[in-house]
């Protein structure tokens, strides 16, 4: 069994199915990030609406062996009946112009640490629950949540094949638990998710959770080998904390989102700064996206940053951003300290 390593930069398939291309449109960005060195692909049953799995499979079927893919358990989409199914793709356009800002910055807060997170220790017994694969007693800093689709072995198994069978593929890299809390892991959980590694069906497999979820359950099942996908935004300072603890490599994603929509103001002053830094003009197009993405990847610094775009000249134009991220990095560095430096770090 020969292991693949994710290209620095991955592209994810949720951002390019809510929109009005074209299946061969869709296709074809794929192709464009392939020709442009990326070679990991993000996915999901719950991405448009349960076809982005089978655009993504379509696309790798005759290349599998150069690209690494994710995938996930947990969330699926809802069903609609037949005559509204067209209108879903104008749907979600319409959701993601009018969410509040309130929303927003909940999520950016929440996100985001304003000083070091310390949980207490694990008890003896949680520990020995953990290594059994079974939840702890008790969970800091979450309340009570409910699964949207039920943490069974049977499940995961039933999951699994679904989306092998979607992606055309015998084997997933990198299979996710999808927004999963601590008190999801219920016993048989791990033992199903290392049954489909022996079976050759999954390579690793991790969480793709919010990042106050996975440190809980990085901290709670500290000995599991998790692979870990987590939102960063430019203000988020404790990505490190996450690679130090996860199995390699933490997949970092919406690095340009979180950012841009959580604090506009705020990012137009770090732009300016930007602009001062690295001697650029400060109203060049997509100037900002540059520094956010070069600053994703040097806090990811092993890792894969995933990102999503609808227009081919736009994905070029961030894959080439690895060739001059070192003549840029002393800048992009000193701007990250300044600006995280009253955050508080982990």
Same mark, same amino acid.
């Given at each position: 069994?020969?292991?693949?390593?994710?290209?620095?930069?991955?592209?994810?398939?949720?951002?390019?199915?809510?929109?009005?291309?074209?299946?061969?449109?869709?296709?074809?960005?794929?192709?464009?990030?392939?020709?442009?060195?990326?070679?990991?692909?993000?996915?999901?049953?719950?991405?448009g609406?349960?076809?982005?799995?089978a655009?993504?499979?379509?696309?790798?079927?005759?290349?599998?062996?150069?690209?690494?893919?994710?995938?996930?358990?947990?969330?699926?989409?809802?069903?609609? #009946?037949?005559?509204?199914?067209?209108?879903?793709?104008?749907?979600?356009?319409?959701?993601?112009?009018i969410?509040?800002?309130?929303?927003?910055?909940?999520?950016?807060?929440?996100?985001?640490?304003?000083? #070091?997170?310390?949980?207490?220790?694990?008890?003896?017994?949680?520990?020995?629950? +953990?290594?059994?694969?079974?939840?702890?007693?008790?969970?800091?800093?979450e309340?009570?949540?409910? *699964? *949207?689709? #039920?943490?069974?072995?049977?499940?995961?198994?039933?999951?699994?094949?679904q989306?092998?069978?979607?992606?055309?593929?015998?084997?997933?890299?990198?299979?996710?638990?999808?927004?999963?809390h601590?008190?999801?892991?219920?016993?048989?959980?791990?033992?199903?998710?290392?049954?489909s590694?022996?079976?050759?069906?999954?390579?690793?497999?991790?969480?793709?959770?919010g %990042? !106050?979820?996975?440190?809980?359950?990085?901290?709670k099942?500290?000995?599991?080998?998790?692979?870990?996908?987590?939102?960063?935004?430019?203000?988020?300072?404790?990505?490190? !904390?996450?690679?130090?603890?996860?199995?390699?490599?933490?997949?970092?994603?919406?690095?340009? %989102?979180?950012?841009?929509?959580?604090?506009?103001?705020?990012?137009?002053?770090?732009?300016?700064? !930007? +602009?001062?830094?690295?001697?650029?003009?400060?109203?060049?197009?997509?100037?900002?996206?540059?520094?956010?993405?070069?600053?994703?990847?040097?806090?990811?610094?092993?890792?894969?940053?995933?990102?999503?775009?609808?227009?081919? %000249?736009?994905?070029?134009?961030?894959?080439?951003?690895?060739?001059?991220?070192?003549?840029?990095?002393?800048?992009?560095?000193?701007?990250?300290?300044?600006?995280?430096? #009253?955050?508080g770090?982990s």
């Amino acid at each position: 069994m020969s292991l693949k390593t994710p290209s620095r930069f991955g592209f994810g398939t949720s951002g390019i199915m809510g929109s009005a291309l074209t299946s061969a449109g869709r296709l074809r960005l794929l192709e464009v990030a392939f020709e442009e060195g990326i070679s990991h692909f993000d996915t999901a049953p719950l991405y448009g609406q349960g076809q982005a799995e089978a655009l993504l499979g379509s696309f790798a079927r005759s290349r599998r062996d150069a690209l690494t893919i994710t995938t996930k358990f947990g969330l699926v989409p809802k069903t609609y #009946p037949a005559l509204l199914r067209p209108l879903l793709p104008i749907a979600r356009v319409v959701n993601r112009r009018i969410v509040s800002k309130d929303r927003l910055l909940a999520c950016w807060n929440r996100v985001t640490p304003k000083k #070091p997170l310390k949980s207490p220790a694990p008890s003896a017994a949680n520990l020995a629950a +953990a290594k059994a694969g079974s939840p702890p007693d008790n969970w800091p800093g979450e309340a009570t949540v409910v *699964p *949207p689709v #039920p943490y069974t072995p049977q499940t995961i198994s039933e999951q699994l094949e679904q989306s092998l069978r979607r992606l055309k593929t015998d084997h997933i890299d990198y299979y996710l638990l999808h927004e999963c809390h601590g008190q999801y892991l219920q016993p048989g959980i791990l033992e199903c998710l290392d049954r489909s590694v022996q079976q050759g069906k999954i390579r690793h497999y991790g969480i793709g959770s919010g %990042r !106050w979820q996975s440190r809980c359950i990085l901290e709670k099942f500290a000995t599991v080998p998790w692979v870990v996908q987590i939102p960063d935004g430019w203000a988020n300072c404790d990505t490190d !904390w996450f690679a130090q603890r996860a199995q390699p490599p933490l997949f970092t994603h919406s690095s340009l %989102r979180l950012s841009l929509q959580a604090d506009p103001g705020s990012m137009e002053i770090v732009k300016r700064r !930007w +602009a001062e830094l690295s001697d650029q003009d400060p109203d060049q197009p997509e100037l900002l996206s540059e520094l956010l993405l070069s600053g994703a990847l040097i806090k990811n610094a092993s890792g894969c940053v995933v990102f999503s775009s609808r227009h081919a %000249r736009h994905i070029r134009s961030n894959a080439a951003l690895l060739e001059r991220l070192e003549a840029r990095r002393t800048a992009v560095e000193t701007l990250l300290h300044e600006q995280q430096r #009253p955050a508080g770090g982990s």
